[in-house]
C-alpha cells in the first residue's frame, strides 16, 4: 500500500498511555499509537550463548538484538534505542534471515509509552523513523527518577555515568569458533577457478551470501589445503568491478575498512567520500579495531595520516571521530541534555553571524545515535526548521557532507544508505567503485540491507535491483543484484 504516516510530531491517542497486549504487527503506517511490539523473527531466546541480560530498569543498558534484528526503540526521554551497528554486533550464530518492512517499528518495550509515527523522509522536510513524542513532565509517566541524571558537566563533554559498550560489529571483534567449516565451499572456489575459463556463477554463488565470520574461514581454509591466497586466485581470474567486489567480500568488513582507507589516502589528493564512507557513525569498538587493523597492516598510524591528508577544521573533525568517545548506545536520552544540545546549535549556526564549526562538529561527533535522532526531533519542534537544512545552509564541500553523515546515520540509518546508493548511480556515468563498496558493506547485515531497499523505493519510488540493473551488466550486475538479496 502507499508509504504513508501521521503528520510529523502528531501523536495519535493519549501520550503516554501504556501498551495494550500483544496483537499482530499491521502494516507500516497503519500501527496503532502504544501497540506492542510483535514477536520478532530472530530474538535469541533466553540464556542463548552470547546474548545480554534481560531488560533492565531506566537508566541500564537496553538489551542488544542479534545479528539482522531491527532495533527496539525506547521512547524519546527515555534510554537511548539500539541502532544495528555496522555489520551487526556479535551473538547468535548463524545470523537469522529477516526481511524486514522499511519504517515499520517493532513498538515500544513491554511497559513503555510508544512513540509516535512519523512522516516518511523526504517528505515534510527531513523526516525519520519514530524516536519518540516531547518527553513528559519531571516526575510522569515514563520520567526516570531524579536520582538517575548524570552529574552535571562542563558542556561539550560526553556524558560519563555507566553505560554498557556497544560491542564490535561481526567482523571487528575477536576472532570466534563456529559451526562451519568452509571446506565445501573452499573446493567450490577452486572448482570455479581451476583450468581453462573461470565459472563467475559459481564464484558468486558461493560468496554473496556468507557472512563475515564465513568468510574469514574460507580464507583460511583455502589457503591450507591449496596452499595459495584466495585473493590473489580470484584477481588473476576476473577483473573490473567484477574484482572489486569478489575481493571485498572475501576481505571481510574490516580489512576492506583498512584497505580502503589506505587506498583513500596514498597518492596526491584525498578521497574524502571513501573517509566518510568507513569511519563516520561508527562505534567506539568498530573504530578502535579499524585503527588497529591499520596500524598493523601498513605499520602506520591513522591519526597521523589523516592529519598528513586533511588539514584545519575538516582535520580536527575528523581527529575527534578518530577518538573513539561517543556516547556509547546505550546511554540514556535526557530530555535536559538534549535541550541543551539543541540551544547550543542553535547558537552556533543561525543564532550567530558565522557558525561556531568545531562546536558543531564536536556534538555531532560525541552524541550516540539516540541522541542524534532526538536532537535533530527537537529541533525541529523548537526552531520549525529541519537541521539538515540548517546544516546544508551553514556549511559546505567536505565538512558538510561529513556531518550530514552523522546526522542521518542517527536520525534513519536505512535511508542514508538508500541515499547514498543513489549518490553513485545518479546522472552521467555510474561511480562504480563506490557503488561496489556501499553495496558490499550494506550486505553484511542482511535485515538492513532489507530496510535499505525498502527506503529506497519511499524515497526514490523504484525497486533499488531496477536501478542497479540499469547501471551495471555482466557478472557485476549478477554479484551486485545477489549482495541485496534479490533474484539473479
Request: aromatic share 8%; proline share 13%; charged share 20%.
Amino acid at each position: 500500500m502507499a508509504y504513508q504516516q501521521p503528520p510529523y510530531g502528531a501523536p495519535p491517542g493519549q501520550y503516554g498511555a501504556p501498551p495494550p497486549a500483544h496483537s499482530p504487527q499491521p502494516p507500516y503506517g497503519q500501527q496503532q499509537y502504544g501497540a506492542p511490539p510483535p514477536q520478532q523473527y530472530g530474538a535469541p531466546p533466553p540464556q542463548q550463548y552470547g546474548a545480554p541480560p534481560p531488560q533492565q530498569p531506566y537508566g541500564a543498558p537496553p538489551p542488544q538484538q542479534p545479528y539482522g534484528a531491527p532495533p527496539q526503540q525506547p521512547p524519546y526521554g527515555q534510554q537511548g534505542y539500539q541502532q544495528p551497528q555496522y555489520g551487526a554486533p556479535q551473538g547468535q550464530y548463524p545470523p537469522p534471515q529477516q526481511q524486514g518492512q522499511y519504517g515499520a517499528p517493532p513498538g515500544p518495550p513491554p511497559g513503555q509509552y510508544a512513540p509516535p509515527q512519523q512522516p516518511p523522509y523526504g517528505q515534510q522536510g527531513y523526516q525519520q523513523p519514530p524516536y519518540g513524542s516531547p518527553a513528559p513532565a519531571p516526575g510522569g509517566y515514563g520520567a526516570p527518577p531524579p536520582q538517575q541524571y548524570p552529574p552535571q558537566q562542563g558542556y561539550g563533554a560526553p556524558q560519563q555515568q555507566y553505560t554498557q559498550p556497544t560491542p564490535p560489529s561481526m567482523g571487528y571483534g575477536p576472532a570466534q569458533h563456529i559451526p562451519y567449516d568452509g571446506i565445501a565451499d573452499a573446493e567450490a572456489l577452486k572448482k570455479a577457478m581451476k583450468g581453462f575459463g573461470t565459472n563467475e556463477k559459481l564464484l558468486i554463488q558461493t560468496l554473496a551470501d556468507k557472512d563475515p565470520l564465513q568468510t574469514a574461514v574460507i580464507q583460511r581454509v583455502y589457503q591450507e589445503r591449496f596452499k595459495k591466497n584466495l585473493i590473489t586466485e580470484v584477481k588473476g581470474e576476473v577483473s573490473g568491478a567484477f574484482e572489486d567486489g569478489l575481493t571485498a567480500i572475501i576481505r571481510g568488513p574490516l580489512a576492506q575498512d583498512v584497505a580502503l582507507l589506505f587506498q583513500a589516502m596514498d597518492g596526491p589528493g584525498t578521497k574524502e567520500t571513501v573517509l566518510n564512507d568507513v569511519l563516520l557513525g561508527r562505534s567506539n569498538a568498530d573504530m578502535k579495531a579499524i585503527k588497529e587493523a591499520y596500524h598493523k597492516t601498513f605499520r602506520r598510524n591513522l591519526e597521523a595520516d589523516i592529519k598528513a591528508d586533511l588539514s584545519m577544521k575538516t582535520e580536527r573533525h575528523f581527529l575527534m571521530v578518530l577518538a573513539a568517545n561517543r556516547n556509547e548506545e546505550s546511554t540514556p536520552v535526557i530530555p535536559q541534555q538534549i535541550e541543551q544540545d539543541v540551544l547550543e546549535l542553535y547558537k552556533a549556526t543561525e543564532g550567530k553571524t558565522g557558525t561556531d564549526e568545531l562546536l558543531v562538529c564536536q556534538i555531532m561527533t560525541q552524541r550516540s545515535n539516540a541522541q542524534i535522532a532526538a536532537i535533530a526531533h527537537t529541533y525541529k519542534q523548537k526552531y520549525q526548521r529541519d537541521l539538515e537544512t540548517v546544516i546544508k545552509k551553514e556549511f559546505s564541500g567536505h565538512m558538510e557532507d561529513a556531518l550530514l553523515y552523522q546526522l542521518r546515520t542517527g536520525v534513519d540509518k536505512a535511508m542514508r544508505d538508500a541515499i547514498l546508493l543513489e549518490e553513485t548511480m545518479a546522472g552521467a556515468g555510474t561511480k562504480d567503485n563506490l557503488l561496489v563498496n556501499r553495496v558490499i558493506r550494506a550486505h553484511w547485515d542482511r535485515n538492513h540491507m532489507s530496510q535499505v531497499k525498502g527506503a529506497y523505493k519511499a524515497r526514490f519510488h523504484r525497486d533499488l535491483a531496477s536501478k542497479i540493473r540499469s547501471e551495471t551488466s555482466g557478472d557485476y550486475e549478477k554479484l551486485m543484484i545477489a549482495c541485496i538479496g534479490e533474484r539473479w
